[in-house]
């Protein structure tokens, strides 16, 4: 039976402290060397006679009393700056984030205090106390955890090195005898605080009266931080255990099946004891403590409970320190009890489940006193009675049940004595399933394809209240399916009975959506009358149509027809895929006027046909016209939308003569050529 609390003796201070427990450290264990003569060894321990862990944060903060330790108390900024003194914290930054590690007490407890020392250049005392009333000829341990608070990387200058702490054990008679001392070594530097446990055991002798002291041996200067915590003064002994005639089946506990069952406990203490002494104990929730058994002095226990009742024998070296409580060796506490079931059944829990689906039936497990280890055994209930189910002696169990109705399941638990009882019952109603069916009218879309509202799923309302399915899916929103939304792809549309639905079956269907099919814009075109072009669409479709409504084509279904139109003609085109995909586009194609060439003109100033003028000329696109003499010189150039000639050459009349030309047309396959005359 763990102690909550323990009594410390602070220089005859009594006051009930918590004892702290270890929660997540890795804790190094180092046992200083046992010199002193007479020990015996010690690997069981007594109750502490002296147990401080300097309380937690939610206690008021006690400074140690005079005479404890050398060092003197401060609590306030600037502490790394404070050799020879001592606080009694729960966070060591707060004494100086530099130099101190950031870390709690040993046993991780946010909140646990402990003692932070700046030690001093020159040996001093962290912790002394003298323990009286003590036996002798016993063995005792005195230990502590230790931990070097600083980083192994202090600015310390540079002919100051960093220094480590070394904390000297020591055993001291009350008339300045020495019985033994140890120094712990220098506890080195890490990059992470490190607790260290350090124990010293030590023999009375004929003394009874003692003094425990904790010594600086370190060299002061740059470093030399260390914080303490968990300092335990306790008797130690031989290695002492129990061996019920019942075994433990559970945690320290022993389960009896009956008022009248006995257990015998047979006691094993290994050599050391002459003739040990011996005094069984027991706890129970009336004493809340620790009591002598009267008469109970033999290595042997034989007890039979009515109520829950935690055992342990002590040992002391003769029969006068056994009346001393400072000089026992306890073993570990066995508890005995009777093994409980509950008074009253489980109250049945209502459940729904689908034609098909399983239900994982997973209880936590009974939470009542002493109920012992439990098994357990699912049964089901058939006509009239509960019937075990087979390979079900598990804590959970998964129903499935193929058809509608009323179904019954239990749990019933199976203590250490044999003893099965009910533990978690449960009611199912199985409901039908809601099934729906999905066919839509269509399932390939392009891309570029216009939305489409979804139909097909079936029914198409549900319940009294004849509310609507829900389509739902990529690219769906409020029951419309929007392929460019949904992308290039196969696609899941699924339709559901609306929420709320008792046992709902969703159906399914994939639809396909496919790249979409384009043709580029295409450029207009310009022939004269009687010339043909060829038409070029650039696209990915398979598949052609021209609007035969518009003549001049040489095949209305050829990916790249010629076009002879007599007029200006406007040429329309579909392109599909394999698919069925569309796109459009269309193309003009501009048929000029014939040119209207006079091969003649008479420029006298009389306002008649002064100038050379070619009807139709400016319907040409780049137009460029060279007219030569007969030599071949070339005597005019002109372009579309200069003036007309008017029979000069660079600022002077041409004589009347016959003279020749050239026109060329980015419409013409080859310029035109002929005469033209000049009268007088």
Same mark, same amino acid.
């Given at each position: 039976?763990?102690?909550?609390?323990?009594?410390?003796?602070?220089?005859?201070?009594?006051?009930?402290?918590?004892?702290?427990?270890?929660?997540?450290?890795?804790?190094?264990?180092?046992?200083?060397?046992?010199?002193?003569?007479?020990?015996?060894?010690?690997?069981?321990?007594?109750?502490?006679?002296? +147990?401080?862990?300097?309380?937690?944060?939610?206690?008021?903060?006690?400074?140690?009393?005079?005479?404890?330790?050398?060092?003197?108390?401060?609590?306030?900024?600037?502490?790394?700056?404070?050799?020879?003194?001592?606080?009694?914290?729960?966070?060591?930054?707060?004494?100086?984030?530099?130099?101190?590690?950031?870390?709690?007490?040993?046993?991780?407890?946010?909140?646990?205090?402990?003692?932070?020392?700046?030690?001093?250049?020159?040996?001093?005392?962290?912790?002394?106390?003298?323990?009286?009333?003590?036996?002798?000829?016993?063995?005792?341990?005195?230990?502590?955890?230790?931990?070097?608070?600083?980083?192994?990387?202090?600015?310390?200058?540079?002919?100051?090195?960093?220094?480590?702490?070394?904390?000297?054990?020591?055993?001291?008679?009350?008339?300045?005898?020495?019985?033994?001392?140890?120094?712990?070594?220098?506890?080195?530097?890490?990059?992470?605080?490190?607790?260290?446990?350090?124990?010293?055991?030590?023999?009375?002798?004929?003394?009874?009266?003692?003094?425990?002291?904790?010594?600086?041996?370190?060299?002061?200067?740059?470093?030399?931080?260390?914080?303490?915590?968990?300092?335990?003064?306790?008797?130690?002994?031989?290695?002492?255990?129990?061996?019920?005639?019942?075994?433990?089946?559970?945690?320290?506990?022993?389960?009896?099946?009956?008022?009248?069952?006995?257990?015998?406990?047979?006691?094993?203490?290994?050599?050391?004891?002459?003739?040990?002494?011996?005094?069984?104990?027991?706890?129970?929730?009336?004493?809340?403590?620790?009591?002598?058994?009267?008469?109970?002095?033999?290595?042997?226990?034989?007890?039979?409970?009515?109520?829950?009742?935690?055992?342990?024998?002590?040992?002391?070296?003769?029969?006068?320190?056994?009346?001393?409580?400072?000089?026992?060796?306890?073993?570990?506490?066995?508890?005995?009890?009777?093994?409980?079931?509950?008074?009253?059944?489980?109250?049945?829990?209502?459940?729904?489940?689908?034609?098909?689906?399983?239900?994982?039936?997973?209880?936590?497990?009974?939470?009542?006193?002493?109920?012992?280890?439990?098994?357990?055994?699912?049964?089901?209930?058939?006509?009239?009675?509960? +019937?075990?189910?087979?390979?079900?002696?598990?804590?959970?169990?998964?129903?499935?049940?193929?058809?509608?109705?009323?179904?019954?399941?239990?749990?019933?638990?199976?203590?250490?004595?044999?003893?099965?009882?009910?533990?978690?019952?449960?009611?199912?109603?199985?409901?039908?399933?809601?099934?729906?069916?999905?066919?839509?009218?269509?399932?390939?879309?392009?891309?570029?394809?216009?939305?489409?509202?979804?139909?097909?799923?079936?029914?198409?309302?549900?319940?009294?209240?004849?509310?609507?399915?829900?389509?739902?899916?990529?690219?769906?929103?409020?029951?419309?399916?929007?392929?460019?939304?949904?992308?290039?792809?196969?696609?899941?549309?699924?339709?559901?009975?609306?929420?709320?639905?008792?046992?709902?079956?969703?159906?399914?269907?994939?639809?396909?959506?496919?790249?979409?099919?384009?043709?580029?814009?295409?450029?207009? +075109?310009?022939?004269?009358?009687?010339?043909?072009?060829?038409?070029?669409?650039?696209?990915?479709?398979?598949?052609?149509?021209?609007?035969?409504?518009?003549?001049?084509?040489?095949?209305?279904?050829?990916?790249?027809?010629?076009?002879?139109?007599?007029?200006?003609?406007?040429?329309?085109?579909?392109?599909?895929?394999?698919?069925?995909?569309?796109?459009?586009?269309?193309?003009?194609?501009?048929?000029?006027?014939?040119?209207?060439?006079?091969?003649?003109?008479?420029?006298?100033?009389?306002?008649?046909?002064?100038?050379?003028?070619?009807?139709?000329?400016?319907?040409?696109?780049?137009?460029?016209?060279?007219?030569?003499?007969?030599?071949?010189?070339?005597? +005019?150039?002109?372009?579309?939308?200069?003036?007309?000639?008017?029979?000069?050459?660079?600022?002077?009349?041409?004589?009347?003569?016959?003279?020749?030309?050239?026109?060329?047309?980015?419409?013409?396959?080859?310029?035109?050529?002929?005469?033209?005359?000049?009268?007088?």
């Amino acid at each position: 039976m763990p102690n909550d609390c323990v009594v410390i003796d602070i220089k005859k201070m009594r006051k009930k402290v918590p004892i702290m427990r270890v929660a997540g450290w890795a804790l190094l264990v180092v046992t200083l060397p046992e010199v002193a003569s007479g020990q015996q060894g010690c690997t069981n321990f007594g109750d502490p006679i002296i +147990h401080i862990t300097f309380g937690n944060a939610e206690m008021p903060l006690i400074q140690l009393p005079n005479g404890v330790t050398t060092y003197n108390f401060y609590q306030g900024g600037g502490f790394f700056m404070m050799p020879n003194h001592y606080t009694i914290t729960s966070n060591s930054q707060t004494a100086g984030a530099a130099v101190f590690h950031s870390f709690s007490d040993h046993t991780g407890d946010p909140g646990g205090r402990m003692l932070l020392v700046n030690a001093d250049y020159a040996p001093g005392i962290f912790y002394t106390e003298t323990q009286p009333d003590l036996c002798p000829n016993t063995d005792f341990t005195f230990s502590a955890w230790i931990a070097n608070a600083s980083p192994p990387d202090l600015s310390c200058g540079e002919d100051s090195p960093q220094w480590n702490p070394n904390v000297q054990f020591e055993i001291w008679t009350t008339s300045g005898e020495l019985i033994v001392s140890k120094p712990t070594g220098e506890i080195p530097s890490k990059s992470n605080a490190e607790w260290l446990s350090f124990s010293l055991s030590f023999n009375t002798g004929n003394h009874t009266e003692v003094m425990l002291i904790m010594r600086n041996i370190g060299p002061g200067g740059c470093g030399n931080n260390l914080a303490i915590d968990d300092i335990q003064f306790r008797p130690c002994g031989p290695e002492l255990r129990l061996r019920p005639s019942v075994a433990v089946t559970q945690g320290n506990t022993i389960f009896l099946c009956h008022e009248a069952n006995e257990v015998t406990f047979q006691s094993d203490i290994a050599a050391g004891y002459g003739r040990p002494a011996y005094q069984w104990q027991e706890w129970t929730d009336i004493h809340a403590e620790w009591v002598d058994i009267p008469g109970a002095h033999h290595s042997s226990l034989t007890v039979g409970p009515m109520q829950s009742t935690s055992y342990r024998l002590t040992v002391a070296a003769n029969e006068v320190s056994l009346q001393n409580p400072k000089c026992r060796v306890v073993s570990d506490a066995i508890r005995v009890t009777h093994a409980q079931v509950p008074t009253t059944p489980p109250e049945t829990e209502q459940l729904q489940l689908c034609v098909g689906d399983s239900r994982l039936l997973s209880p936590d497990d009974p939470q009542w006193p002493d109920s012992g280890p439990l098994t357990y055994q699912w049964y089901e209930w058939k006509g009239s009675d509960w +019937h075990m189910l087979p390979d079900a002696a598990t804590s959970s169990y998964a129903v499935q049940i193929g058809q509608t109705g009323n179904y019954g399941f239990q749990r019933r638990a199976v203590n250490v004595c044999g003893t099965s009882f009910p533990v978690d019952t449960y009611q199912f109603e199985v409901l039908p399933l809601t099934e729906t069916s999905l066919n839509l009218p269509a399932v390939v879309f392009c891309v570029n394809s216009p939305e489409v509202r979804l139909t097909g799923g079936f029914p198409a309302s549900f319940g009294a209240s004849d509310e609507p399915g829900v389509y739902s899916g990529r690219g769906v929103d409020m029951g419309v399916f929007y392929p460019g939304l949904a992308g290039v792809g196969e696609h899941r549309i699924t339709y559901s009975p609306p929420m709320g639905t008792t046992c709902p079956v969703a159906s399914t269907a994939i639809v396909t959506v496919l790249e979409a099919v384009y043709v580029e814009p295409m450029a207009d +075109h310009v022939v004269i009358a009687g010339q043909r072009i060829r038409l070029t669409p650039q696209t990915n479709g398979t598949d052609f149509e021209w609007d035969r409504a518009n003549p001049g084509l040489s095949d209305y279904s050829d990916p790249a027809p010629f076009a002879a139109p007599e007029s200006t003609t406007t040429y329309h085109l579909t392109v599909r895929d394999d698919a069925g995909c569309a796109d459009f586009t269309s193309v003009t194609v501009r048929v000029l006027p014939t040119l209207g060439i006079p091969n003649s003109f008479t420029p006298n100033g009389d306002g008649v046909n002064d100038t050379w003028v070619i009807d139709g000329l400016a319907n040409y696109p780049n137009v460029t016209v060279h007219v030569f003499n007969r030599w071949g010189a070339v005597v +005019h150039t002109f372009k579309e939308g200069e003036p007309a000639w008017d029979g000069y050459t660079k600022g002077r009349i041409l004589p009347a003569a016959t003279y020749y030309y050239t026109l060329s047309s980015d419409v013409l396959p080859q310029p035109l050529s002929g005469s033209i005359t000049i009268l007088r």
